[in-house]
């Protein structure tokens, strides 16, 4: 079974700083994204990496910063935390042309 | 752009009657996937259903089918006989195929279903 880990369940963190977001995945896929998920804006698109060092901005990446050093692993990085940044984070990776697999998302408050 | 629209954020449906889902696309690619993923309470995302663009017969799996009209850009959900279990927020996505290289996932808003007994 595809198994994708985000290492933290909840997170609180306080305004102004530095928060990272981790993403594993075991089988080897091409493509990671990171998502946020919030009430009624379903899934927003932060960034997307199709491989080892690449990636690409999606459509909220403003306050979001990415890193893929290993093809496995995809660190989402909030530079300055603030309050609007408050939210589910979700991972998720795939091969190229199949469907994603989400890990079990990420609920960061920022205070 | 790429765009996908659900413009129902919520609907009701009786135990064993049939529902439809509906979604949008928008995409001037001739090459795209579509997807529709579930989200129960647990917070869970759960592949349903995969339309390739030139996929000429809609998708099928058990009791979930996707309309798909590539003239209208729409790939509607069609889920028959019901079961409590289904109840959840629904979520149509697409991926679009730069040549294998780069591969754009995007999602709509999603739509909570109810289905009352």
């Known amino acids: 079974d595809v198994k994708v880990t985000q290492s933290s369940r909840y997170l609180v963190k306080r305004t102004g700083e530095k928060v990272f977001l981790e993403c594993v995945q075991d089988?080897?896929?091409?493509?990671m994204f990171w998502y946020r998920q919030d009430p009624g804006l379903g899934l927003r698109l932060i960034y997307f990496?199709?491989?080892?060092?690449?990636?690409e901005k999606g459509d909220i990446p403003e306050g979001y910063s990415v890193s893929r050093e290993k093809k496995e692993r995809f660190s989402l990085i909030l530079e300055s935390a603030s309050t609007n940044q408050t939210s589910m984070y979700l991972c998720?990776?795939?091969?190229?042309?199949?469907?994603?697999?989400f890990g079990q998302g990420t609920r960061l408050t920022v205070v | 752009a790429q765009k996908i629209t659900q413009t129902q954020p919520g609907m009701f449906v009786q135990e064993k009657e049939a529902v439809t889902l509906d979604c949008t696309y928008d995409t001037s690619d001739q090459s795209y996937g579509l997807f529709w993923y579930k989200q129960p309470s647990s917070g869970e995302m759960i592949f349903l259903i995969y339309?390739?663009?030139?996929?000429?017969q809609n998708a099928t799996e058990g009791r979930y089918s996707l309309n798909f009209q590539k003239a209208r850009k729409s790939a509607n959900l069609v889920i028959s006989a019901s079961q409590l279990g289904d109840s959840a927020m629904y979520f149509c996505a697409m991926r679009e195929d730069y040549g294998g290289a780069t591969n754009k996932l995007i999602f709509g808003t999603g739509t909570l279903l109810a289905v009352q007994p």
């Open positions: 990496s199709y491989d080892v060092k690449m990636k």
């Open positions: 089988m080897d896929h091409e493509n």
């Open positions: 339309q390739g663009s030139y996929d000429e």
């Open positions: 998720a990776s795939s091969l190229a042309v199949t469907e994603a697999f």
